[in-house]
Structures are given as structure tokens and as C-alpha cells.
């Protein structure tokens, strides 16, 4: 940990995924919400009486995301995740049904050494709050499989397509 939060960790012991924090009250300082703003890269939106914002607003130590805003929280937590392996971040069903916030920026490789940060995307018709020590998402230990990519021709490919009736883009396989 290198800020103020939570551990890491599961709720029952044959949970799939790691559960993770928003960092604790104390991180919250000036130098963590710039790199909130920062991270989170969004366009400039404006209130009615002309001040402008980047689709995030700071009320204290609550962080609300404003609609279609994205939001990139620093952890605090670094990880060491052995070769072969790779940790994916995905959504804890409350925070993607209730909130709306959809997790992005999912892949974390082995080699990768620095803090993780939690990037979500809100899809609320209404501004989402975010508080300090909220378990916002979670982590899933998955095994990577490294293959020789190798291009083949179009007339291979074609040929190879031959195999299988799969194809037509999405729902191909049916709707029954």
C-alpha cells in the first residue's frame, strides 16, 4: 500500500475476485484529487452560472462523477502479479447495476509495477458519488497463455474459414 486504504481482499473464500477500495479519508489530500482530474482526462463541462468543471466536482471528501464523465481513482495499492498470469479488473454487480459505473482499463500485466488505478465510466442519467473506503471493484487472477502471432494471408484465411460456419458478425449464433 502506498496511500491510506483498505486491503485488498475477498469476502468469502470462494469469491473469484479480490475486492478493492477507494482509498481512505486521509489520502484524499490535494495532490490525490489533482491526479483524479488529471487521470480522468475529461472535456470541460459548465454550470448554468458559467463555471466550469471536467465533469468531476469535489464536495470535501466525496468525488461525484458527473453523467457520460469517466473517472480514473489511484489505488494505492501496487501489485506483483507472477509471470504467466495477469490480474483483470472487473465490475462488482452493485456498483455496475446501482451506480452505473462501468470499469475500464481492465488489463494488468505482470511486468506492470506502478499503482493500480481504477478507471470507471458513468452511465447514470444522474452524477454518481464516490466516497473514501468504498469497495469499488474487483480483481480477477486469470492465466495468459503467450502464443506465436503469426499473419497469414487472406487467401489462407479464407480457406481456413471453410472449417466453420461461425461468422456474421454479432449474434451469429442465434437469438434461440
Not at 479519508?25 to 466550469?52: I, L
Request: aromatic share 10%; glycine share 10%; proline share 6%.
Amino acid at each position: 500500500r502506498i496511500r491510506e486504504v483498505k486491503s485488498p481482499g475477498k469476502a468469502h473464500p470462494t469469491d473469484a475476485g479480490i475486492d478493492f477500495y477507494v482509498p481512505n479519508e486521509k489520502a484524499w489530500d490535494d495532490e490525490f484529487k489533482d491526479m483524479v482530474v488529471k487521470y480522468s482526462r475529461n472535456k470541460v463541462y459548465f454550470e448554468q452560472d458559467g463555471t466550469s468543471f471536467y465533469g468531476l466536482k469535489f464536495d470535501g471528501n466525496v468525488l461525484e462523477v458527473s453523467p457520460n464523465a469517466h473517472v480514473a481513482i489511484p489505488s494505492g495499492i501496487k501489485t506483483i502479479i507472477p509471470p504467466g498470469l495477469a490480474m483483470m479488473m472487473v465490475n462488482k454487480s452493485g456498483i455496475a447495476t446501482k451506480l452505473k459505473l462501468d470499469h475500464s482499463a481492465c488489463l494488468i500485466d505482470s511486468e506492470y509495477r506502478d499503482e493500480l488505478i481504477f478507471c470507471f465510466f458513468n452511465h447514470n442519467t444522474e452524477p454518481v458519488k464516490i466516497e473514501p473506503g468504498m469497495k469499488i471493484t474487483q480483481g480477477l487472477i486469470v492465466p495468459v497463455i503467450n502464443l506465436n502471432i503469426q499473419e497469414v494471408l487472406n487467401c489462407v484465411y479464407d480457406d481456413m474459414g471453410k472449417e466453420t460456419d461461425r461468422g456474421g458478425g454479432f449474434g451469429s449464433s442465434g437469438t434461440k
